[in-house]
């Protein structure tokens, strides 16, 4: 098995609470999450323990991947295990207020399984890096907008 443990932060020029709410809430998900297709199964509201579904494209494959609510602690950490076919792992996305914003964190503490996933393993974590960066210009973009 493959692991990866991948951080990335940005500052966001905006409040805690704004740039809090834009990553922890599955309906703002859509809007920068960069290979998303679709997000489904989601009741509101949020909380430990919530779970949805999340069909995501990386390298030209489609994979539904259930997520499950770790932490909710508002307005600064935000955590949900993911279990697909190929990937397990915590994903956690943290924000600190700064004098001109907020910093926000994504780390993925991540394995992949299969043996094509794992043959794949060094593309695959050099295609994770870019979609974390990518994910978080996103949210900058967003937020700042």
Not at 34 to 42: A, F, I, P, T
Request: proline share 3%; with cysteine.
């Amino acid at each position: 098995m493959a692991k990866f443990n991948l951080t990335h932060s940005i500052i966001v020029k905006s409040d805690l609470e704004n740039v809090f709410e834009h990553i922890s809430n599955p309906d703002q998900i859509k809007n920068w999450v960069s290979n998303l297709v679709e997000l489904r199964n989601y009741t509101p509201p949020i909380s430990v323990g919530t779970t949805y579904d999340m069909i995501t494209k990386s390298m030209g494959q489609e994979t539904l991947t259930t997520s499950k609510v770790l932490t909710y602690d508002v307005p600064k950490k935000f955590a949900v295990s993911a279990d697909s076919s190929s990937v397990i792992g915590t994903f956690t996305h943290s924000c600190q207020a700064l004098t001109d914003g907020v910093e926000v964190t994504i780390h993925w503490d991540m394995e992949m399984s299969g043996l094509i996933m794992n043959l794949f393993a060094p593309i695959a974590k050099y295609q994770m890096n870019k979609l974390i960066q990518e994910d978080l210009n996103n949210i900058k973009t967003l937020v700042e907008a």
